[in-house]
């Protein structure tokens, strides 16, 4: 298991979101800048790093980001709690994820995502026997919409839901949504910031009293956040309003990295 964004990821990500130079960070790391720029780069330094005063500079918790650099991992969640939940991996550029749902009794099933390739989602919905009905988006961005065309081709009576300002009003999201598939139940939460049109899906009702799962997108990561495109301050704001207030065994399902919890994110993740 690897994280979406190493320590220097992280550190880049939060520098340039304070708009701090390389120049200050290295000095308060300890640093020279080229020791910096391979920190950023790979992950790994050379020599010690004081990762405390790096993060008051740029607005990090300090212990926590001496958590990830030292190896820090949500760990092995057991998944199979959720056995309507599968997560599916593509790669072109770079890997993402995308996620298929479905009612164990009605086989009427959801896509969260599309992901760079159809494939892989058209064999886990013809393996199960399922229904495909709904198709929601968490932000328009490439990656997570790359294989729409083919599946509206190949599943045309699929329902589409995004946040996106272009998207008809039929497909738009609307507060207070309620989606039924099955016994499942689907609802959305505005989280803007690394996309204008970033949203999170809660599913909930699950077999055995499962414990809620969200759908992210690229809004969150296991130890880390998405680029605040947008803003990474608005961006912040609302995974503390949308996703911290979900209860902590809730399952996180982000568009990049492993799987990780509300709960674990809380008290793990440097940007909070």
Known sequence: MELEDHVGDIIRKARQAANVSKDAVASAGGLSVAELEQLED?????????????????????????????GWLPGDIDTSVWREVRQLTTAQRLSVNCYLVWDEVTREAALFDTGWDEGPIVKMVEENRLELKHLFITHTHEDHVAAITPLRERFPKMRLHSSAKSAPPEQRNRANDFIHLGNLRITNRETPGHAEDGVTYV??????????????????????????????????????????????????????????????????????
Do not use: M, W
Not at 43 to 70: C, H, M, P, W, Y
């Open 42 to 70: 790979a992950g790994t330094a050379s020599k010690t790093v004081d990762f405390q005063k790096v993060a008051a500079l740029i607005g990090l918790s300090g212990e926590k980001l001496k958590r990830i650099a030292n």
């Open 203 to 272: 599913i909930g009702n699950f077999p055995e009293d499962a414990p809620n799962v969200a759908i992210v997108g690229d809004c969150i990561f296991a130890g880390s956040i998405g680029r605040g495109f947008v803003s990474t301050d608005l961006l912040k704001q609302k995974i503390r309003e949308q996703i911290f207030t979900l209860p902590d065994e809730t399952l996180i399902c982000p568009g990049h990295g492993p799987y990780t919890r509300v709960g674990l994110e809380k008290e793990n993740n440097p940007f909070f």
